[in-house]
C-alpha cells in the first residue's frame, strides 16, 4: 500500500476515535439559580410526552434541576418485596421531569402560568400570575422545622438529657498550675541540655590537645 493510502487510513482512524469520543461526552448543565417551584406545588407539564398532565411536586433535585411530579412519568421498577412473598416485585414509580418542561397552575383560571414577585403590606414576598394577577401562596412548610419534627419524640438512650445539657462543668483554668508546671517543663529540659555532648565541643576539644 502506498504511504499516501496509509496515510489516509491512519487519518480516518483517528477521525472514527474522535468521534466516538465526543459522542459519548455529555454536557454539564448550568444550576437554575432562581427555583420558582418547591416542593408540594401543585403544577402542569408543558412539554414532552406526558403534556397537559397536572400533579403534585412531590420533590426537586436542584443537582440535576428535576422535579418528581405524583402521577406523572411512570415508570416500572424492581424493588426488594418488604412483604417478603418474593424477592423482586415490580412497581410504578414517577421519574424526573426536566424544571423547564413544567409550570405552576393558575390557582382561578386553573391552567399554566407564568410568574412574577411582589410584595405584601408586611413586606413578605409572594408569587403572582402574570395572566391574572392571582397569588400563588407557597406550601405550608410549618411542619418541617425542627421544633414540629421532634414533637412528642421519646429520649433515646444515645440523646443528651435537657439537665446534662444546661449543667456547667467548665470552671476555668487554674493559671498558677499552669505556670509551675512550665516552669519545671523548663527546668528538666536544661537539666538534659547540660548532660549532652555536642560536636562542636568534641572537635574543640580535639582541636586544643593537638
Not at 419534627?149 to 429520649?155: I, L, Q, V
Given at each position: 500500500m502506498p504511504r499516501s493510502q496509509q496515510q489516509l487510513v491512519f487519518n480516518q482512524m483517528g477521525l472514527m476515535n474522535q468521534m466516538r469520543y465526543f459522542s459519548t461526552y455529555k454536557t454539564k448543565q448550568d444550576d437554575i439559580?432562581?427555583?420558582n417551584i418547591v416542593r408540594d406545588d401543585f403544577v402542569e407539564v408543558i412539554?414532552?410526552?406526558y403534556k397537559k398532565s397536572q400533579g403534585k411536586v412531590?420533590?426537586?433535585n436542584r443537582k440535576t434541576n428535576t422535579v418528581i411530579v405524583q402521577g406523572v412519568n411512570l415508570k416500572y421498577k424492581r424493588i426488594t418485596d418488604d412483604e417478603y412473598v418474593?424477592?423482586?416485585k415490580t412497581v410504578q414509580q414517577e421519574g424526573p421531569i426536566h424544571l423547564s418542561n413544567v409550570s405552576l397552575i393558575d390557582p382561578e383560571t386553573g391552567k399554566p402560568t407564568r410568574i412574577t414577585y411582589g410584595f405584601l403590606e408586611d413586606g413578605s414576598k409572594v408569587r403572582v400570575a402574570k395572566k391574572s394577577g392571582?397569588?400563588?401562596?407557597?406550601?405550608?412548610?410549618s411542619n418541617l422545622t425542627y421544633i414540629n419534627?421532634?414533637?412528642?419524640?421519646?429520649?433515646g438512650p444515645f440523646d443528651t438529657k435537657p439537665e446534662d445539657v444546661i449543667e456547667k462543668t467548665y470552671k476555668g483554668e487554674d493559671f498558677l498550675r499552669v505556670k509551675a508546671e512550665f516552669d519545671e517543663y523548663i527546668r528538666m529540659k536544661e537539666e538534659k541540655e547540660g548532660l549532652m555532648v555536642f560536636k562542636?565541643?568534641?572537635f574543640a576539644q580535639s582541636s586544643a590537645s593537638l
Open positions: 439559580k432562581k427555583w412539554a414532552g410526552k412531590i420533590s426537586v418474593q424477592r423482586k392571582a397569588l400563588i401562596p407557597k406550601p405550608d412548610r419534627r421532634t414533637k412528642g419524640r421519646e429520649a562542636n565541643k568534641i
